[in-house]
């Protein structure tokens, strides 16, 4: 049965920090394209961070361009978004995703608010 959970979103005062994990399961992610989305209420879901395969390149929203980084974890078949300096307009629900030719699985999302 293939999964993809998300966890580690919360409420966070702006400025602050939080790091998402997504834990796959029924499924090996090292030869999967890793990515972060998300989607805010009235709003289209948006990439937010791609980490290729083989762990080597990376993409990034320029809205989060040096305050998140993705990172994966094979051995662990996880993948992380930590995201530093958090603004009221990151405010959404964060989904991982992982892709692989015809193969695409989604997760059920997290909630990340950034609110004083």
């Known amino acids: 049965h293939v999964q993809l959970v998300e966890s580690g979103g919360g409420l966070v005062q702006p400025g602050g920090s939080l790091r998402l994990s997504c834990a796959a399961s029924g499924f090996i992610i090292s030869n999967y394209h890793l990515s972060w989305y998300r989607q805010s209420p009235g709003k289209e879901r948006e990439l937010v961070g791609l980490?290729?395969?083989?762990?080597?390149?990376?993409h990034y929203a320029d809205s989060v361009k040096g305050r998140f980084t993705i990172s994966r974890d094979n051995a662990k078949n996880t993948v992380y978004l930590q995201m530093n300096s958090l603004k009221p307009e990151d405010t959404a629900v964060y989904y991982c995703?992982?892709?692989?030719?015809?193969?695409?699985?989604w997760g059920q999302g997290t909630q990340v608010t950034v609110s004083s």
């Open positions: 980490i290729i395969n083989t762990g080597s390149n990376t």
């Open positions: 995703n992982a892709r692989r030719s015809l193969n695409n699985y």
